[in-house]
C-alpha cells in the first residue's frame, strides 16, 4: 500500500510539473521584454525542477550577465563573469547541459565564488543549443543527483525561453523602429514647415528689392539654389552637425571652391548645428554672389580669404569669421539697402546673439562676423584646417 500511495505522489507531483511547464510556455508566448521572460522563468524553473534557487543568465559578448535570480538565498544578481570563468559560460560555449552533483569536485566550477552561497548541485541548461543566448541554472542546497525528468523539463523551458527571447528582441526592435519613424515623420514636418518659411521669406524680399521682374527671377532662383545646396550638405551628413569649412565648401562650389586658387581659407574645427549651417551657407551664398557681380571675382587677379578663429567675445569665447576681397575694382557704398546686405549684417549674427559688420573699404570689400560659442557653434576637434588650397 506504500508504493502505491508513493507511486500516486509521484504522478500527481509529475503532472503538476507538466502542468506548470505548459503554463509556463504559455506566458512565455505573452511577454514582450527581456526582464518579462526573466521573471516567468525564473519562479517557474523552480517549482518544475525542485529546486532552491533559479538564476537566468544572458550572454553579453565575451561575459556572462546574472539577469535574475530566485533564490532561497543571495547569488550573483546583476554580476558578469568571462564566459570562461563561470559553468552558465561553459554550457553556452559547448551547447550542452551540464549536471553537476557536487559543485566541488567539478573543476568546471569556480569554488570560490560558489562557497558563500548554499549551492551544493546544479544543472545549468543552455537557452537555444545552437549558438546560445542564455542559461537557466537550476541550484540545491543539498547534494544531489538530479533525476533525468527534472532535466527534460529545464531543457524543454529553455527551448521556450529561446523563443520567448527573441520575440522580446523583436517586439523590441520594432517599438524602436515605430518610434524612429514617428520621430522622422515630426522631423520631416519641421524641416518642411521651416524650408517653405524661409522660401517665403526669400520670395517677400527678394521681391520688395527687385528692380524688375528679370532681376527678381535671377535673384531668387540663385537664393533657392544656394538653399538646395545647405539642405544636400545637410542630408549627406545625416543632419547632425556640420563643421564650417565644409559649409563655405558647398558655398564656394558654384565659384571654383575650395581648389580654386583664388580661394584661401583657414581656421579650426567648428561644429555647427543643421538651422545654423543652413543661416551660415546662406550667408556665404550672398558674399559669393555679390563678390562675383561686383566683387573680387569680376576681376582677373582677384582675391578671396576666408580666415576664422576663437577669440573672446563679450568677454566670453566666441568665433570670429571675416571675409576679405582684394585685388577687384574699386568698391563704393550702396545707395540703398538690398534683402542681401540686411541678411548679412542682421541674419546669422543676430539668430546667433552675435554682430555683424560690412565693410566697404576702396580696396576691397570685407565682411566680420562675431558671434559666442554655444550649443549650435561649437569648437571641434581636431587640428586647424589646411590653409591655402591651390588647384
Given at each position: 500500500m506504500l508504493n502505491v500511495a508513493n507511486a500516486g505522489?509521484?504522478?500527481q507531483a509529475d503532472h503538476a510539473a507538466l502542468l506548470t511547464l505548459v503554463e509556463t510556455i504559455e506566458a512565455l508566448s505573452g511577454t514582450r521584454t527581456i526582464e518579462d521572460v526573466a521573471a516567468v522563468v525564473r519562479s517557474a524553473a523552480r517549482r518544475i525542477s525542485g529546486a532552491d534557487g533559479v538564476c537566468i543568465v544572458l550572454r553579453d559578448g565575451d561575459l556572462c550577465w546574472y539577469?535574475?535570480?530566485?533564490?532561497?538565498?543571495?547569488?550573483?544578481?546583476?554580476?558578469?563573469?568571462?564566459?570562461?570563468?563561470?559553468?552558465?559560460?561553459?554550457?553556452?560555449?559547448h551547447?550542452?547541459?551540464?549536471?553537476?552533483?557536487?559543485?566541488?569536485?567539478?573543476?568546471?566550477i569556480p569554488h570560490d565564488a560558489y562557497r558563500p552561497t548554499f549551492v551544493k548541485s546544479l544543472v545549468m541548461t543552455p537557452v537555444r543549443v545552437k549558438d546560445p543566448i542564455a542559461a537557466i541554472g537550476a541550484y540545491w542546497a543539498v547534494g544531489q543527483t538530479p533525476a533525468p525528468d527534472t532535466v527534460i523539463r529545464l531543457e524543454t523551458m529553455a527551448r521556450a525561453t529561446a523563443a520567448a527571447i527573441e520575440n522580446a528582441n523583436l517586439?523590441?526592435?520594432?517599438?524602436?523602429?515605430?518610434?524612429r519613424r514617428a520621430f522622422l515623420l515630426r522631423e520631416l514636418d519641421h524641416r518642411v514647415k521651416n524650408t517653405l518659411a524661409s522660401v517665403q521669406s526669400i520670395a517677400r524680399q527678394t521681391l520688395r528689392n527687385a528692380p524688375s521682374p528679370a532681376d527678381f527671377i535671377e535673384s531668387f532662383e540663385?537664393?533657392?539654389?544656394?538653399?538646395?545646396?545647405?539642405?544636400?550638405?545637410?542630408?549627406?551628413?545625416?543632419?547632425?552637425?556640420?563643421?564650417?569649412?565644409?559649409?563655405l565648401e558647398a558655398a564656394l562650389q558654384p565659384f571654383g571652391g575650395l581648389a580654386d586658387p583664388r580661394f584661401t581659407a583657414r581656421g579650426p574645427a567648428i561644429a555647427l548645428t543643421p538651422e545654423t549651417a543652413v543661416a551660415l551657407h546662406m550667408t556665404l551664398h550672398e558674399l559669393m554672389v555679390n563678390a562675383a557681380k561686383h566683387g573680387a571675382l569680376t576681376a582677373a587677379s582677384?582675391?578671396?580669404?576666408?580666415?576664422?578663429?576663437?577669440?573672446?567675445?563679450?568677454?566670453?569665447?566666441?568665433?570670429?569669421?571675416e571675409w576679405v576681397e582684394r585685388g577687384g575694382p574699386p568698391v563704393f557704398v550702396?545707395?540703398?539697402?538690398?534683402?542681401?546686405?540686411?541678411?548679412?549684417?542682421?541674419?546669422?549674427?543676430?539668430?546667433?546673439?552675435?554682430e555683424a559688420k560690412l565693410a566697404y573699404q576702396p580696396k576691397g570689400l570685407t565682411y566680420l562676423l562675431r558671434v559666442p560659442l554655444s550649443e549650435r557653434v561649437a569648437a571641434g576637434q581636431g587640428s586647424e584646417t589646411a590653409a591655402r588650397t591651390t588647384a
Open positions: 505522489r509521484s504522478e539577469l535574475d535570480e530566485d533564490a532561497i538565498g543571495p547569488m550573483w544578481k546583476g554580476q558578469r563573469f568571462p564566459m570562461t570563468a563561470c559553468i552558465s559560460g561553459w554550457a553556452m560555449l551547447g550542452q547541459t551540464a549536471v553537476i552533483p557536487d559543485i566541488y569536485v567539478d573543476d568546471r517586439y523590441a526592435s520594432l517599438t524602436e523602429a515605430l518610434d540663385s537664393r533657392l539654389l544656394g538653399l538646395s545646396r545647405a539642405h544636400e550638405l545637410l542630408t549627406r551628413q545625416g543632419w547632425g552637425r556640420t563643421d564650417l569649412r565644409e559649409v582677384g582675391q578671396i580669404t576666408v580666415v576664422w578663429r576663437i577669440e573672446a567675445v563679450n568677454g566670453a569665447p566666441g568665433l570670429v569669421l550702396p545707395k540703398r539697402q538690398g534683402f542681401g546686405t540686411r541678411l548679412l549684417e542682421r541674419g546669422v549674427a543676430r539668430d546667433l546673439g552675435g
